[in-house]
């Protein structure tokens, strides 16, 4: 029979239930070597916590972190709170000689990251951090293609992620507008993926030089008042403004440890674009587009792939052939969604954990991608270009 | 505590894991108003079986259909097994008094269908047939759009269900090229999905005119020869080839019964298609677009929408203001794909159940739908227009 | 020194002044064996005639078509009228010895075209109809690509032509809604193009199933009641409405005389449809995709043209390694436009004439054609196939 | 009757070829104030311009720059040579008193630009500088509506001009590749259009930083040598290789006069893209996107144009309702081409000389444009910000 890990999910709102959903399904698409039994659900919210375990199966339901740590059952602990919390807990649990599976960005701030990053060096537990885009078959295939050379030496990308979720100035002030809370803005939220997908096809980026703005100055404060945010329904409002303290929009051209070049684009204030998550790489032989918001494709050229006059970009929709996606169904173009990029994440996890697979991005990992976005805040503060050490 | 109903699933084959994962999945993802318990797994061939009850959690694994139907812990029998066996499976199992979850199509031959839907009448259990398209939150929208009247009166539809994986002359001769075994070809595996769409925007269609084709006349046997398929693996040859049964490409004007007009076109053969679903509905005010293979957008436009120098077809991604896509998560644009419709499938069955929501396509329902294309069939035979009774 | 002939042209609405610039024009493109002098403009209207003529330099303007084709100066009449007047004019043209270059359709009835041909087979001038889209370097090259046998055998072709230009219900009464001045509606403005281009790279169509409707059953009428048509101002309506006498959708399944099928379909009140002329051709070894809204690209997939995994529709750009293009530009994807596709028309006249070319489609060719429309007609009507003679 | 000016074009060239063809076109398509004669066409290679007088009819042809300029019959000077040439014959010609129409970019390097400029401002003639994109009906829209605030305050652009005509590293050294006869690569012959786009919708750029690469270092030497380039052509190499001299690949990130931001990207060595000269505008109410390779359409996004389930890009087909777009023809979606774009240019130069519109861009406008790509070359050689002066 197969072995299996306790794990204790923090946090009930939507990558909580994300993670608790992956958990789940993880093992009835892949064949793990490694089962997940979810023990305990926390949140500050007991009720939500409770309402979660009914919902998911939890054993228990926990109204701290602490006791989520504490709980001798739990192997691995799921950190899904806002970004401000990262860092203690990873901490605690890692101490706790847990595995830790945190949710992107590492932490508000660099200096927490740093933080995380050297506990997780000395640490027993293993680490993932939840780049879920690099689970993406297209994002996948490209990285492969690009790997084997089916684009000759690559020389050029460029990348953007914008979506519009705070492009209307009515969009209530929230925690996403802290410093404190959430540190970074489209930077942390939207550009981080992007350098995770930038890291893994492409390798570090040594150098950068950006710019970036906050279009919407001020936004309304909700009557509440409580600074957490819901996507879903109208908030009253308070009549007050308050001052946004991070980024809108950011841009930034960077140079690769290998001297190529390229650039970064992204927006939460970019109208029409709802998770447009793309980019362009070109090579000596050829070029790969991919844009999330067509997850399910992929478009690649190489030059003489046949006779000049029918050459042309490949529009290639994904299919069992491709990373992952014949585990979901063998069915060509019928498509797999964003919560299958989690499931196949919590495989990778389980897999990793039980020695099977080298876990990438590690905590470690992962603040290579930070660094870039701190880097990016440094050189618009310095108008210069940025070293990264 | 919720109540719940004990599953028994038959066929272990793609749909069979589909049903599997999506009963697990289901109320997760959905607040159900009844559980589902997987009772029992049942194959033919029982150590297939034992593999599914352990990915899964059966509670047991059998060796035939009939002793899933026996078991008394089982309210629900859902069938996956090739087309042929299903009108069999359904009469036990309503005469049993069971549930009834079919996949599509209901019968390898009409006279099957047609009792299955008698049978269904009268029964207790109630039924659902597996047209997981009309969960697709694009094409769910779309209907509801075409009823509220957004694109004003309805004059034409024009519907496509095209893919490829017969296309290839060496792809061997399989179950699916048999009358006996599959009844229809394109029309059975692809148009009936075409047909379940049309009926559910456009009302019933009540005359057809036809013409269909077999392109790839015989196909070479299998070493094996035992008419299985297999689309993951290269399959040895015995050298022979074989006649195909039925057809490769269909296509056919319909008459709506409301008066409009509408095409139909089908194939398993057409290269570079993988699963192109596609309609185009047109009215007095506008018109909408879809293609499955790029499921999560609609094209919709709306004469006047906004002045005619910026008038066109809005691009529309899927997102939480959609049908059933704000259930998997809040965040536009990310995506759902092809296993997350049969978790909604699977939801409305359980909604269904439990007498919160009407269910459609029913056993009777999913006749009409299958009606029309043994209608095709006559009308190519005869050269002529037919009546749908 | 070349040799050229002289030209008059008939009519001076759109397709008179595109005739006028591509006289003008094709000289400068095409390295011409034959030049051509803008001799005469008529039009019933003089003023519109002295108005063309000072714009492209005709020698002189007359009031009647009669005139043009008495001319001894004129060798070429250009018949660029309302589709009533062509039988007339090119009977009158041809009975005068000279060369007929008219715009499609032939005739407003079925009798009028065949007068038509059966006078050009035994006529001294050489006649060719407008057909512009079989000019288009996309379409031309994909007629080349089928021919070459690069999609392998081919087996279906699926033919659309939409447009919107009567979608609106306030779109007032003109002659093109009468059956005595256009004869057809959609069949005979968009429909014509589409079969052109079915026959120019299929072969003869031989038989028709097809189903019209009037969507629009009565529209207004202009306060000058005159029955002309302006695209481009508003019209003001007398108050009354009159029933049009012609269809604005139809659709046909048709058989090729080589025993494949295909499918049509057209209309003039497709929202959001501004020149969907599109078309789709599977064969055994690919397939091909068009749509003059994207009349610069084609989308071509060939089986094995790549590994699977990275195959796909190619989405060619049209270029200088293109029928035609690299006349207008050697740089690729530059685009050109619809009046280009008349200049390159103008030049296969002149190379015709001059003995270069042999000209396509000829009055006796487009007859082949528009019998498929009357075809369709006359196949609503009975409810039944048609054989085409 | 018209008054005319006589036209003496420089060079016979692809742009030499595209002027004449626009003078002739030009009053065919608009109704000019001003009429323009043909009147000699000069070329170093005095064959090649007798050619060109027979295929446009000019009256004359000269072996030399000189005598078109000393020719009193000519009032206008077309500049369609080599870039290196552009300063010495703009500047004769201005001393002349000519008007000049100059292809872009203005000269090899910005001592010649400034010269340029210098001489225009205290000139009799008037000036026009080829910068075609300008004149796309889509471009041109886009440039309204953001003028007339259609997407609220602007506050980001993205630009990219990318062609695949360098990408192959066998494509032999050419004059493109020298610092004195071609200036800048990419930035100069791709580049250029892209400014002067953003100039014309966003205000000038005040500030860069910069990064280029020449990806392929040194190319094969044609066996001729002459440095001339034949695209059309495979060329004989003479087995040696030589240093490229600019560059293939630049980025930017840059600064608007009024704060925004934007970027710019562009390369000669980007495979898969044939004329990709795209941009994203985002603005508070919505956003705009276009992309050359499909010319004739644009992208509009406007918050709340409609109710957020249909609301998304608008795919927007050029049509009469459109700049320019209606002299062509009054059909929607039909299309225009690239030489379409040079006769809109020559009517505004005729027009702009008739003193019935403001010429842009003149040379000076021109001078502020190239400043941009100097500033590019010169930021990437310091590691840092330029202020443009």
């Known amino acids: 029979m197969t072995e299996s890990i306790g794990v ?21 698409i892949f064949e793990m070597p490694l089962g997940a039994r979810l023990e305990v659900i926390g949140d500050v919210n007991l009720a939500a916590a409770q309402k979660a375990q009914a919902r998911f199966g ?28 990262h860092r203690d807990i990873a901490l605690a649990a890692l101490e706790a000689g847990k595995h830790v599976y945190c949710e992107k960005p590492l932490a508000a701030d660099l200096q927490g990251a740093l933080e995380m ?7 027993k537990g293993r680490t993932l951090v939840g780049y879920n885009y690099l689970r993406s078959p297209a994002v996948e295939f490209a990285r492969r293609l690009v790997q084997e050379g089916a684009i000759g030496k690559v020389s050029y990308f460029r990348g953007v992620y914008d979506e519009d979720y705070m492009a209307d100035e009515m969009t209530p002030y929230s925690w996403r507008c802290r410093q404190d809370m959430a540190g970074l803005g489209a930077l942390g939220d939207l550009c981080s993926h992007l350098v995770s997908v930038a890291h893994a096809i492409m390798g ?34 308070s009549g007050e403004f308050r001052a946004v303290e991070n980024e809108d929009t950011a841009q930034a051209l960077v140079q690769f440890a290998d001297g190529n070049m390229g650039s970064l684009v992204t927006s939460r204030a970019h109208w029409g674009r ?12 050829g070029s790969i587009l991919f844009d999330h918001e067509r997850m399910n494709e992929l478009q690649v050229y190489t030059k003489g792939a046949v006779d000049a006059p029918t050459n042309g970009h490949r529009l290639i929709p994904m299919g069992p052939e491709h990373p992952y996606y014949g585990r979901f169904t063998p069915a060509k173009g019928h498509g797999i969604g964003f919560n ?10 389980l897999n990793g954990i039980a020695g099977k697979e080298a876990l990438y991005p590690t905590i470690e990992d992962a603040l290579a991608t930070e660094k870039v976005l701190h880097a990016i805040v440094d050189s618009t503060q310095r108008q210069s270009w940025v070293e990264l050490s």
């Open 340 to 349: 299958d990029l989690k499931i196949i994440e919590v495989a990778h996890l």
């Open 8 to 28: 204790g999910i923090i946090g009930t709102g939507i990558m909580g239930a994300s993670h608790a959903m992956a958990f789940l399904s993880a093992p009835t």
């Open 274 to 285: 709802k998770s447009h998550l793309a980019f362009e790489i070109f090579g000596s032989q």
């Open 117 to 123: 990053a050297d506990a997780a060096k000395s640490a």
């Open 58 to 85: 939890f054993k228990r339901a926990v109204g701290s972190w602490q006791e989520v740590i504490a709980d001798p059952a739990v192997d691995l602990v799921s950190i899904t709170t806002p970004n401000a919390l």
């Open 204 to 237: 570090p980026i040594t150098r950068v030089v950006a710019d970036t703005r906050t279009i919407i100055k001020q936004r309304p404060v909700p009557a509440a008042g409580d600074g957490t945010e819901r996507r879903d329904v109208a908030v009253a409002l």
